[in-house]
Nanobody
C-alpha cells in the first residue's frame, strides 16, 4: 500500500520560511517523478513544483520561481519543498504527489493527505 505522508506545514509570518517533507513508502520512490501541489478553498489543485525521478530536472510554477526549491533524497524516500519569502497568498493545503513515470508530468498516480500552510500578514 502506497503512503505519502507530508509534514512541516504550519503558521508562519509573511517573509518567513517553511520546509515541507513527504515520506514515501510502499512504492519504488526512485522510479517516480514527484510533485508538490496546493489547493485553496474553491480553487482547483495546482502544481507548484515537480522533480524528475533522479532529481536532475525540476519545474516551478510562476508563483514559486525564485522562492521555492523542490528536492528529493532517494535514499531516504523523501521529497522536500523549501519555501522562502512566504506570502499570504501562499496559504493553502499542500499535497505531495507521486507522478506517472520518471520524467516531469502533471499526471498524478498517488496523493498524500496534505499539510496546511498558513501565512499571516
Amino acid at each position: 500500500q502506497v503512503q505519502l505522508v507530508e509534514s512541516g506545514g504550519g503558521v508562519v509570518q509573511a517573509g518567513g520560511s517553511l520546509r515541507l517533507s513527504c515520506a514515501a513508502s510502499g512504492m519504488i520512490f526512485s522510479m517516480n517523478a514527484m510533485g508538490w501541489y496546493r489547493q485553496t478553498s474553491g480553487k482547483e489543485r495546482e502544481l507548484v513544483a515537480g522533480i524528475s525521478s533522479g532529481g536532475g530536472s525540476t519545474w516551478y510554477a510562476d508563483c514559486a520561481k525564485g522562492r521555492f526549491t523542490i528536492s528529493r533524497d532517494n535514499f531516504k524516500n523523501t521529497l522536500y519543498l523549501q519555501m522562502n519569502s512566504l506570502k499570504p497568498e501562499d496559504t493553502a493545503m499542500y499535497y505531495c504527489a507521486a507522478l506517472f513515470g520518471r520524467e516531469l508530468t502533471n499526471r498524478v498516480r498517488y496523493w498524500g493527505q496534505g499539510t496546511q500552510v498558513t501565512v499571516s500578514s
